[in-house]
């Protein structure tokens, strides 16, 4: 039987807010366990919360940016459940009145085509404790940190819209670009700024009515969320082909194992309890207000792909790579304004620089490599100084703190010989010494010529020590190897 995946999103987004959703409490990364959760996230005898006013603003940001319906008058909830990482007994979020309703997000598919996901709604709620199980515990025993009790966060639900793993993984990407682009998000998905809880569900080919569906949560990567959807659906598959039923489910998935396991039967929303949260008035939004923050929204994903191509004339492939993450497109306008050549410094951002930071596991913001420091290589590129090759050692020598390329370049003697004079030197040394293989080229077919080429080429550059300019020396080459004929 031919399946169908269906797939939908509940994306938690962490607010770049430097204080918690409804206290004063640090929401700073990194400080030593149950250091920062204040009396109010505990919800001691006697607190009272206040909404975060910046929370509130990132979260219409949000909703305007993917052309959302808000919620003009906002209401707080009560999610009642037990776990030994909520302080409360329950978790201050929004059920019925969210701050963000119906929006839209377009992707872009890999055969270049776009679909629209369509957001069902986007609410703001505090984020839980974190339970800890390594460490210094005894076998059987969890600690629990309550730093990030109170960390504000919007959820974001998407319908169920996706198809692939892939088309998954592009939405969540995009989302990633929205929310760094607008500044709401620092997007450091190792740190659980952005977390993404899977729904997923089959159904014959050709079926209207949807599956049962399981909900993978807790996913803090792109890679392991489009891993942990292949081995769901596959897991699903053979269930039904079995002869079985999909359950309805909480599963968990361990990227580094690659396992995944039932964690425990899905709740319904009724189980949760929810009423209004007593101790917050309902959250009133004027029109003169949304259309405040709407004039100063920074510039978006889309729009940004659209400039990098009329402003750079970059290809689409390269605009849309650079123009995804805020700090990856702030970078390459620098360095490509500091070099007059975008197109080259396009190819460096996307390709030795990201292949580095990838190899490396940091962020562009950790690079050793700074965008001045970029434009200086690319200028030198450029200018014949040095070859590609010769690039390649100079942009290590800036990686390892040797300096910038103008220094790097002389301390390591890798100026390029592009003196016409001294390469036709060069070429007329080569081909006097090697006399059998200029032989050798004018007898072999001229179809076949162009292979031959080669071996003079390496002869020169070992001659040169690898300085000779490689398209200078193409041409002197060839010329001269013509007159032979």
Known sequence: MNWETVIGLEVHVQLATKTKIFSAASTAFGAAPNTQACEIDLAMPGTLPVVNKQAIDYAVMFGLAIDAEIGKTSVFERKNYFYPDLPKGYQTTQLEQPVVGPGVVDIQLDNGDTKSIRIHHAHLEEDAGKSLHEGNFRSGVSGIDLNRAGTPLIEIVSEPDMRTAEEAVAFAKKLHSIVT?????????????????????????????????????????????EDA????????????????????????????????????????????????????????????????????????????????????????????????????????????????????????????????????????????????????????????????????????????????????????????????????????????????????????DADKRKKKLGGFMGQIMKASKGQANPQQVSQILAQKLAKML
């Open 229 to 444: 959807i292949r081995l769901e659906v596959e897991r699903q598959i053979d269930v039904l082909e079995d002869g079985g039923e999909v359950v309805q489910e909480t599963r968990l998935y361990n990227g580094e194992t690659k396992v995944a396991r039932s964690m425990r039967s899905k709740e319904e929303a009724n189980d949760y309890r929810y009423f209004p949260c007593p101790d917050l008035l309902p959250v009133v939004i004027s029109d003169e207000h949304v259309e405040q923050l709407r004039a100063n929204l920074p510039e978006l994903p889309d729009a940004r792909q659209q400039r990098f191509m009329a402003e750079y004339e970059l290809s689409q492939y390269d605009a849309t790579v650079l123009s995804a993450d805020a700090s990856t497109a702030s970078y390459f306008e620098q360095a490509a304004k500091q070099s007059g050549n975008p197109k080259l410094t396009a190819n460096w951002v996307a390709g030795e620089l990201s292949a580095r930071l990838n190899i490396e596991a940091i962020s562009l913001e950790q690079s050793p490599v700074t965008a001045e420091q970029l434009a200086g290589l690319v200028i030198r590129i450029a200018d014949n100084t040095i070859s590609g090759k010769m690039a390649k050692q100079v942009f290590e020598g800036i990686w390892n703190g040797e300096g910038d390329a103008d220094q790097i370049i002389e301390q390591r003697g890798l100026k390029q010989v592009s003196d016409s004079g001294a390469l036709e030197a060069m070429v007329d040394e080569v081909l006097a010494n090697n006399q059998a293989m200029v032989d050798d080229y004018i007898n072999t």
């Open 181 to 225: 682009s607008l500044g709401i998000c620092d997007g450091e998905m190792s740190q659980g700024s952005m977390r993404f809880d899977v729904n997923i569900s089959i159904r014959p080919q050709g079926e209207d009515k949807l599956g049962t569906r399981t909900e993978t949560k807790n996913l803090n990567s792109f890679k392991f969320m």
